[in-house]
């Protein structure tokens, strides 16, 4: 937000009520800011790409509204952030599910609902492939990967450790035979998933993950003998910069580094899923108090 627009912005709220003696906090979301940023989100890739909102950005309805009106999708990581969705008007195939541990009921209603289910571990799949056998779904699914390129600056936000705990580890042993196995028996695996992580990760280690997962895929499809991968999803992360109001780097960068790194992604060979969060809203809210007392000692 720029200064000008924060200070019109407050002088209404304040003449409003929005904020004041009886509302001493308040959050403002810039409406029209987020329309530009979606728009050079979806200007920056091709068509194909298909871009999720990760809901913990920011999971109020008049948000998600927002951004489902102006044409992203909803990824989400709980029961709850996949109620909201759905009732603020997502169509179940616009909706990714990333519950990192997910119950059995939760699978069963995740797998009844038809969104697009991303499974964590191999033990999960067992559950998703006997619920399966049971009843079929319309779901799209896969398997998260950690590909295992490593820390950004942050460790807490990083999530593509050798250790991190999301996904299955690539470079485990035994692992990378053990998806190629599943995919293989398996006809309805047809997606896979990364996210490396957040702020504090360079596009260079975002797109490395990327590069791993589609070297993944390839090698799944070429076993395969045809195209059953079809859709690979990138996950979010784009970090911000939130030491001035510059936008940097800017999806448009983060699209030049992907395309060096990754170009088939662009070719059209796999639909291509993001997950940005952070990088949508950061720029374009603020909370603001009102100063009660100012006190020196
Ligand atoms: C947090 C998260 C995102 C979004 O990350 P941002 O940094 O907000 O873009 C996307 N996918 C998953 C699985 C996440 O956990």
Request: charged share 25%; glycine share 10%.
């Amino acid at each position: 937000m720029g200064n000008k627009f924060l200070e019109s912005m407050l002088r209404a709220a304040v003449k409003g009520g929005g904020i004041g003696e009886t509302a001493p906090l308040a959050g403002f979301v810039d409406i029209e800011g987020v329309r530009r940023t979606i728009e050079s989100l979806r200007s920056a890739f091709p068509p194909h790409f298909q871009h999720m909102f990760a809901a913990k950005a920011n999971s109020m309805s008049p948000v998600l509204s927002l951004v489902r009106e102006a044409g992203m999708g909803c990824e989400v990581a709980s029961p709850g952030e996949l109620e909201q969705a759905l009732r603020c008007g997502f169509k179940p195939d616009q909706v990714v599910f990333d519950e990192p541990a997910k119950t059995l009921p939760v699978l069963k209603k995740v797998l009844k609902t038809g969104v697009a289910l991303n499974i964590d571990n191999f033990q999960e799949f067992d559950r998703v492939s006997a619920l399966l056998k049971e009843t079929p779904s319309p779901s799209r699914i896969g398997f998260r990967i950690n590909p295992q390129v490593g820390s950004g600056a942050i460790g807490a936000m990083s999530t593509a450790t050798s250790s991190s705990k999301f996904g299955v580890a690539l470079e485990d042993e035994g692992n990378r035979k053990a998806l190629l196995d599943r995919y293989l028996q398996h006809d309805w695996l047809t997606t896979l998933h990364t996210h490396v992580g957040s702020q504090g990760c360079s596009l260079q280690l975002l797109t490395a993950g990327v590069r791993k997962v589609t070297d993944l895929a390839k090698q799944i499809n070429e076993a395969a003998g045809h195209a059953q991968v079809r859709v690979i999803d990138i996950g979010g992360g784009l970090p911000v910069n939130f030491e001035s109001e510059e936008v940097t780097p800017t999806f448009a960068d983060y699209a030049d580094e992907l395309r060096k790194a990754v170009p088939e992604l662009f070719d059209g060979e796999f639909v291509v899923k993001t997950e940005f969060g952070r990088s949508i809203l950061a720029k374009n809210g603020c909370i603001v108090s009102r100063v009660e007392y100012t006190k020196r000692s």
